[in-house]
């Protein structure tokens, strides 16, 4: 009966907000009744999802159903049944996932009714939204590929169509977002393609569409590239990150969306949907070339995002780089092969912290923003201390979360834990490259709230938001410190199935000791710099080495500029050296296109 219950709660978190997507288009012209009904399908997905983490003793349990069978090979009389099998598997990591994207889904949903509250493309905005979670939760309950990557289509869909929400504005107000969420899929979708190649030659290679079958073969090594495609496009890892945060002086990217869109996709999904992939992978894959691989891009991302949060003036692009940072920690976490598997389970410990208090950064940037008519430049800010005490309150709680204070924040037990485990697994790459990284967002994280909240103000006109924001902050500040707590004992206990702390509670001096010092440390150089509401530092802006790296930086390390020599230019050459065979007529085309399938498939064949 148990397992029936848990199977009825997983269709229902999933279905929930994949219909109430389409009955809210259906409720149009009662705006209010259509806003409120788009939050509560994800609350219903929130409770399901509490209900099933409350009920899950620990133990896997598949729920799979055959829904095509045939007979296959070549004597009549020794067939072998085939079927496509599809459902849904709950386990620590998808249960773990459930929670999360349903939670700060539906916080940032009802954050939504008073952000959006004047956007006149609503109905457009919360079919999205709702469509974004449902796909979410498909791609983490999945136990199949097709579910899988059905899920994992739909995520790339919505972030297209939600990052372009303002497409519809005059100017270039519109015309960048149009082209954030055209670069976003296009980005994206080079993970998708090496994604769907992967999964068609781990069909081949074991016969089941179940991703818990899933082991090394024959081209393991190939494939490990392949499948590395997925998530370092998906979550925006080097050199495939400037779809999520390009530079200021680029201003092409996801963050040209709403920031509730914004918060949805850093927090609880699209970006997340990578990290889950390689958690998911990770202990079924055993190819060592695919560790190393996503150690080395994990570690030049983990610091050059950090290194390029220092130098931004965006708001929403600092905080955009800090994701691509703490992702890598995670991916970093996972490449610590240890027996015990403490490296996964820290991963996945960061996961969970960076995505309740990213969501708590996101939403108070967003109020931010809101208060003073959507500026985003820290440079016109300084001084909203006064004028936005709660915010002020709300965003240091998530600071404190993101540099990884001990003891007083979810951040401090899910960081330490990955640099312990480094250290005691003698990972001494894992370990230098988090502690540099600790030393790093703690210095960009004091910097942004400096130029935000202390010095003078700078012109900008701020009116306070109304209660919902407030609301919705509080919430997730309290989470934000309860979660450390949590994870030290009871989640711990409930996600690894068995009560070995391997937290605070595992205390070893040296890399706590060196990693605290190194935030200490970046806390102490910033306020030097930044305390007294500085916006530059002089001896950057006097030094003419410095301050032709600070402009690289800015220019997103000018990986959009090189794209566009090597791939766009050409690709537009090549297709206007071929525009005479748009010759307007059908026939013609299709014709073309049939022989060009034709000769692919053949292609394709001969190398098989």
Not at 32 to 47: K, P, Q
Not at 51 to 67: E, H, R, V
Not at 225 to 233: H, K, R, S
Not at 266 to 291: C, D, N, Q
Request: one cysteine or more; aromatic letters at 12%; glycine letters at 8%.
């Amino acid at each position: 009966m148990m397992i029936e219950t848990l199977f009825l709660l997983s269709i229902i978190t999933v279905l929930s907000p994949l219909v109430g997507a389409f009955i809210s288009l259906l409720l149009k012209k009662w705006t209010a009744i259509r806003d409120i009904f788009s939050v509560l399908t994800i609350a219903v997905s929130a409770v399901t999802a509490v209900i099933i983490f409350i009920l899950f003793d620990g133990a896997p349990k598949p729920y799979d159903f055959n829904w095509l069978s045939w007979s296959a090979g070549s004597d009549l009389a020794s067939t072998t049944d085939q079927v496509i099998q599809s459902g849904f598997y709950l386990d620590t990591l998808s249960v773990l996932m459930t929670l999360i994207v349903t939670v700060l889904s539906m916080l940032i949903a009802f954050f939504s009714l008073e952000y959006m509250a004047e956007d006149k493309h609503r109905s457009r905005y919360w079919f999205f939204m709702q469509l974004f979670v449902g796909g979410m939760l498909l791609l983490v309950l999945a136990h199949d590929m097709i579910f899988l990557f059905l899920g994992w289509e739909i995520v790339g869909l919505c972030s297209f169509f939600l990052i372009a929400h303002h497409y519809m504005k005059k100017g270039e107000e519109g015309r960048k977002p149009a082209l954030s969420g055209i670069k976003a899929l296009i980005m994206t979708g080079i993970g998708d393609v090496g994604f769907l190649a992967f999964l068609a030659w781990a069909y081949l290679q074991t016969n089941s569409l179940l991703v818990t079958d899933l082991t090394s073969g024959s081209n393991a090594v190939f494939m490990s590239i392949l499948l590395l495609l997925a998530p370092v496009t998906k979550s925006a890892q080097f050199p495939l990150q400037s779809w999520l945060s390009s530079g200021d002086t680029v201003n092409i990217d996801a963050m040209q969306g709403p920031t509730t869109v914004s918060a949805l996709i850093h927090a609880a999904t699209m970006v997340k949907a990578g990290v889950y992939l390689v958690a998911r992978i990770s202990p079924l894959w055993g190819e060592p070339v695919f560790y190393v691989i996503l150690m080395i891009l994990a570690g030049i991302s983990t610091v050059g995002a950090a290194i390029a949060a220092l130098v931004t003036t965006d708001l929403k692009r600092v905080l955009a780089y800090s994701t691509i940072s703490q992702l890598s920690y995670m991916f970093l976490a996972f490449t610590i092969r240890d027996a015990g598997e403490h490296g996964l389970f820290a991963g996945q410990a960061h996961l969970l912290s960076h995505s309740i208090f990213k969501a708590l950064l996101f939403l108070s940037a967003g109020a931010i923003i809101h208060s003073i008519a959507e500026e985003r430049d820290m440079k016109k800010m300084g001084g909203m201390r006064k004028e936005l005490p709660w915010i002020y309150g709300f965003m240091l709680v998530g600071v404190i979360g993101l540099m990884g204070i001990p003891i007083i924040s979810n951040g401090g037990y899910s960081k330490e834990m990955i640099i312990t485990t480094a250290f005691e697994n003698g990972n001494w790459f894992v370990f230098v490259v988090g502690v540099l990284a600790a030393f790093l967002t703690a210095l960009y994280a004091i910097r942004m709230f400096l130029m935000i909240f202390h010095g003078k103000n700078r012109g900008a006109n701020v009116h306070k938001p109304k209660y919902i924001m407030r609301i919705t902050l509080g919430i997730l500040a309290v989470i934000v410190v309860a979660s450390g707590f949590v994870l030290e004992g009871p989640l711990q206990n409930k996600l690894t199935g068995h009560n070995e702390a391997y937290t605070l509670l595992h205390f070893v001096p040296l890399p706590f000791f060196v990693s605290l010092g190194a935030i200490i440390l970046g806390i102490g150089l910033s306020y030097l710099l930044y305390g007294k509401g500085q916006t530059e530092v002089s001896l950057i802006e006097n030094n003419n080495v410095l301050r032709f790296l600070r402009d690289v930086v800015a220019h997103g390390f000018y990986m959009d500029h090189l794209y566009n020599a090597v791939f766009v230019k050409p690709v537009f050459w090549i297709g206007n050296q071929l525009s005479f065979l748009k010759t307007g007529k059908i026939n013609w085309n299709m014709i073309l296109g049939s022989f060009v399938a034709i000769a692919t498939i053949v292609v394709l064949v001969v190398i098989v």
